[in-house]
């Protein structure tokens, strides 16, 4: 699939928004929803972590399709449908000029066309698809293939953030555009702190923290002084969940108020969690979230309780 055919497939973000949900119409709060969060399909890491050469191997990625296919058709089935599909992030393992990138592209851009077109895609950029320390050129072409590396949309009376979290890791060859969204950042959260939103909530790859803000910085995380100056941030704003992946496991905790959740992976797995995806519930009062294994959400679909929550009125 070529990337003028994708564009066809995917309501890709462009201008910093999402025209799959026009704010005007989506500013005001109409009842709860929810929708699903997945993160690091990453195809060709399962083969190149499985022969120790996890930087250049990947030449292929066959469970990674076969995985990426179930976890769209066991979306495809839930009723009723969830409102957005968000991956957070490493969507391929080759890095920017690496081999198989275009390759492994095309298979990911093949298995999401088939995600129910009422359905929209919410695509973040991870360190693999932008590379560890990003340039413009690698962050044109994110832009190019998938969509804006950073945007926000409305729906439903809560405001998304999507961010690219790898100008917080590493901007030293691209200070413009990190200082670019960070600006554009403190207009959408100036709007949030405004408490014009039912909720704020945030997607992007690198967590803040893994379980607490204290913590010692690590590959998984952001150091503890961006994160601190982040996190604080975001609640001043009144965000008060941010969804991540980069761990390639379940992890997570709170700061205050803020809610960090990292949410293992469709593909490769490096603890003891299963591939799944996570469902997550937006009431007037709370969100909610759960992470199901892919074999549990086609064979079983969406709990009870959760989906309670969405009676509520």
Request: charged share 25%; proline share 4%; net charge negative.
């Amino acid at each position: 699939m070529s990337v003028t055919e994708a564009g066809g497939v995917f309501r890709r973000a462009r201008g910093r928004t999402l025209d799959a949900f026009p704010s005007e119409k989506e500013r005001e709060w109409k009842g709860p929803f929810y929708f699903i969060q997945g993160a690091d399909p990453q195809f060709g890491l399962m083969k190149a972590w499985s022969t120790g050469d996890s930087d250049s191997g990947g030449d292929e990625w066959g469970q990674e399709i076969r995985l990426t296919e179930q976890a769209v058709e066991a979306i495809n089935k839930l009723k009723p449908k969830p409102r957005f599909f968000v991956l957070c992030g490493d969507l391929i393992h080759a890095m920017p000029g690496m081999p198989w990138r275009k390759e492994q592209t095309a298979d990911l851009q093949r298995v999401l066309a088939r995600v129910d077109s009422d359905i929209p895609l919410v695509l973040v950029s991870g360190n693999h698809d932008v590379g560890n320390t990003p340039t413009p050129e690698t962050v044109a072409e994110f832009q190019q293939t998938w969509g804006d590396d950073y945007f926000s949309f409305w729906l439903g009376g809560v405001l998304f953030l999507v961010l690219n979290s790898q100008f917080w890791y590493d901007a030293s060859r691209c200070p413009a555009l990190k200082q670019a969204q960070d600006q554009w950042l403190d207009q959408q959260l100036s709007v949030a702190g405004q408490r014009k939103c039912q909720h704020a909530i945030v997607f992007q790859h690198i967590p803040l923290f893994l379980r607490s803000i204290d913590e010692e910085d690590d590959y998984f995380n952001l150091t503890k002084s961006v994160r601190k100056e982040v996190a604080d941030k975001f609640i001043r704003a009144g965000v008060t969940a941010v969804f991540s992946g980069h761990y390639h496991r379940n992890a997570g905790g709170t700061y205050q108020n803020l809610d960090m959740v990292v949410s293992s992976a469709i593909g490769c797995q490096l603890g003891q969690d299963t591939h799944g995806l996570r469902v997550v519930v937006v009431t007037a009062e709370k969100i909610v979230h759960r992470y199901y294994s892919l074999d549990e959400l086609s064979e079983k679909g969406i709990e009870d309780d959760l989906m309670g929550l969405m009676e509520e009125k």
